[in-house]
């Protein structure tokens, strides 16, 4: 795959680069999107059914199951050569920080160090109401229409992900905020770039002069104010990225 000169040329120069991915960096790993309309797992499931604090509390087992299900899926999943080539793009320069909006742990699992996981992670569990983390050996067992307990307090155990209506973490968004400020290119990859605070930070990276590159095989709102556009998957275009940058 052909990658512009200027974005090579602006890679070398870089001090600092910061990537932002979303669902479609995974989605070569077998991984479903959320709003791709073939596979996204949105459309079969309904997020306000799921991936809600009211839906936890109404429904605690099933929003439960649901999570341990995308558990499994993601345990058998392998990262891409997208992850890989961001990994050793991390290598390349002297500045990297990757925000990620996936929970599935596989940016890790290749080798990226400095993440930040916008929205969690499927691979921890948290009670619900201390909010601290439970190793599955502590889990007090699931009953028939309940989640795992809490071995300390005996609250219900919940998945460690960020769910519709909850705030992230502050730490994690100024972490991001300032990477993306602070970044001299800056990667939007595999996003629909509709989720806020994560689809803010490419305008954050621009008004402080980074260049600006979308790489998604659609059309997003960030591609219109995108410096460049790689209009392919993720695991052709980071690869041939990667490539030219250590030709
Ligand atoms: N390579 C790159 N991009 C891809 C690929 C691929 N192989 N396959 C699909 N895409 C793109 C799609 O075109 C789409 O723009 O990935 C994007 C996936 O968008 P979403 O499914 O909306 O996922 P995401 O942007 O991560 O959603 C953001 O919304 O539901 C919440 O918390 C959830 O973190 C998620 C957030």
Not at 49 to 73: G, I, K, M
Not at 125 to 154: K, N, Q, Y
Not at 158 to 172: A, H, I, K, Q, Y
Not at 226 to 234: E, F, G, I, T
Request: proline share 8%; net charge negative; hydrophobic share 40%.
């Amino acid at each position: 795959m052909e990658v512009p000169g200027e974005l090579v040329g602006a890679l070398r120069r870089a001090r600092s680069v910061c990537v932002l991915t979303g669902a479609g960096v995974s989605a070569e790993s077998g991984v479903p999107t959320f709003r791709d309309a073939r596979t996204g797992l949105w459309e079969r499931y309904d997020p306000l059914e799921l991936a809600t604090p009211e839906a936890f509390e109404q429904n605690p087992r099933l929003v439960w199951d649901w999570y341990a299900w995308r558990r499994e899926l993601v345990r058998e999943a392998e990262p891409n050569p997208a992850h890989h080539a961001l990994a050793e793009l991390e290598e390349l320069v002297p500045e990297f920080v990757l925000v990620t909006q996936n929970v599935d742990g596989l940016h890790r699992r290749a080798g990226s160090r400095q993440v930040v996981e916008l929205h969690g992670n499927l691979g921890y569990v948290i009670c619900a109401s201390e909010r601290t983390p439970v190793s599955p050996d502590e889990f007090v067992p699931a009953g028939e229409d309940r989640p795992p307990l809490c071995p300390r307090c005996g609250s219900y155990l919940r998945p460690d992900v960020v769910w519709f209506g909850e705030t992230l973490s502050m730490g994690r968004i100024s972490e991001a905020q300032a990477a993306a400020a602070g970044c001299d290119v800056f990667l939007s990859v595999g996003t629909s770039s509709v989720v806020y605070p994560a689809a803010g930070l490419a305008s954050e990276a621009a008004r402080s002069g980074a260049l600006v590159v979308e790489v998604n095989p659609q059309q997003t709102p960030l591609s219109g104010a995108s410096d460049h556009v790689l209009r392919a998957p993720a695991g052709t275009a980071l690869p041939a990225l990667v490539d030219a940058l250590k030709d």
